[in-house]
């Protein structure tokens, strides 16, 4: 055997390049392109035609989760984000799932609502809704520039079904927009989050208090995104020890140990965890054993630690953000042992194809 064919066979041996199947939907390797707002969308918050082609190029990963993408009006904090509740939106998510799924990729959307993560401004002048009024710290980039946020309006007990409602539409959207399946936004201090975790959620009716009570949205959620999809196109996404948004929680591991046995009892196909291992109270290791379907980690993994983590059974497969945003075609340099492209934090969010989809591949 030749020296690079020895490499090669060396290369498709490695854990992060084996195939997967997740549920029905088939992974050429498993490395997961984790989602990631890029804040190009057009008017109307549609999708940038560029992303198309900015997709495309990474259909190389096994799995693509896009962009956050909010359920509906309400649940937008961030300008030129898109949306999936619109005709013209889904229209233009359709252009990209078929263009990755020509290129033999698969593609998930991933479902948003931001909660207090808004402002007036994105309202026409309405406060952003949130389980309990708490004011996070910061700031949200609107079309007027820089603004602080505000305190958000706490939902009222009758409007939590309008909630699951958006959801669910997100959830039929996407389907007509040819995605292969969806993953719910849990994580970040968005929406969901905000309801899971205590210092954000202060409620005193059916949907705060006890944990039982907190995850009730987020659950109630999933169910119906489950009735659109099956439970075998549906994932989940947490951020466990996240403090980004303002978030913080009494304990994360009894709320997250919770929230994932009754998760795995929807029988819900990933659950995806953002939970660097460098991080103190690292609780991943811990919830895979509480999950039955397929686990995702995610935080600061490279190509050693990714096939380690799969190796350790930790995870079935391993989500990478920034490396993808930088190397559209990452599993092909990981496999080659390539150097990979140093990331443009300057256009990570905004702008046109700089910083996009102009980073160079050394193969498609
Ligand atoms: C530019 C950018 C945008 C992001 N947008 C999202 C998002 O829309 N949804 C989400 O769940 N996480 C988002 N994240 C977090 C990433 O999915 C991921 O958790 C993070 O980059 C850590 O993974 P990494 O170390 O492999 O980059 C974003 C991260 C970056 C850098």
Avoid at 143 to 149: D, F, L, S
Avoid at 217 to 224: G, K, N, Q, S, Y
Wanted: aromatic share 10%; glycine share 10%; proline share 8%.
């Amino acid at each position: 055997m030749s020296a690079t064919s020895a490499a090669a066979k060396a290369a498709v041996t490695e854990p992060l390049f084996e195939p997967y199947q997740l549920g029905p939907t088939h992974l050429s390797n498993r490395m997961v392109m984790a989602p990631m707002t890029r804040s190009r969308a057009i008017e109307g918050n549609v999708p940038n035609p560029l992303a198309e082609t900015y997709y495309r190029q990474r259909a190389g990963a096994g799995l693509i989760i896009t962009e956050a993408s909010q359920v509906s009006p309400q649940g937008q904090g961030y300008i030129r984000t898109p949306g999936i509740h619109s005709p013209e939106q889904i229209a233009a998510w359709r252009k990209i799932t078929g263009a990755v799924q020509r290129a033999g990729g698969k593609i998930f959307l991933q479902l948003w609502h931001v909660g207090r993560i808004s402002h007036p401004d994105f309202h026409d002048g309405a406060l952003p809704v949130a389980p309990s009024a708490i004011a996070p710290d910061g700031e949200v980039f609107t079309a007027q520039g820089p603004k602080k946020m505000v305190t958000p309006r706490a939902l009222e007990l009758s409007e939590i079904p309008g909630i699951v409602e958006q959801f669910r539409k997100g959830a039929e959207n996407a389907k007509a927009a040819g995605f292969d399946g969806v993953e719910i936004h849990g994580a970040n201090g968005y929406l969901l989050d905000q309801f899971t975790r205590d210092g954000s959620n202060h409620r005193t009716d059916a949907y705060g208090g006890p944990v039982e009570n907190r995850v009730r949205l987020p659950l109630e959620v999933t169910r119906a995104v489950i009735d659109v999809w099956g439970k075998d196109r549906v994932g989940y996404r947490i951020s466990p020890n996240g403090p980004f948004n303002s978030m913080s929680d009494s304990n994360p591991r009894e709320t997250f140990s919770y929230l994932t046995q009754r998760l795995s009892e929807l029988g819900i196909v990933y659950l995806h965890t953002f939970d660097p291992p460098s991080g103190a109270n690292h609780l991943a290791p811990h919830l895979r054993k509480l999950f039955k379907g397929t686990f995702i980690v995610n935080g600061g993994y490279d190509k050693a630690s990714g096939n380690a983590a799969i190796a350790n059974g930790e995870a079935d497969l391993v989500a990478y953000g920034v490396p993808f945003l930088a190397n559209p075609d990452l599993p092909y340099r990981f496999s080659q042992e390539a150097a990979l492209n140093a990331p443009d934090q300057a256009t990570f969010y905004a702008g046109e194809a700089k910083g996009y989809t102009d980073y160079p591949a050394l193969v498609g």
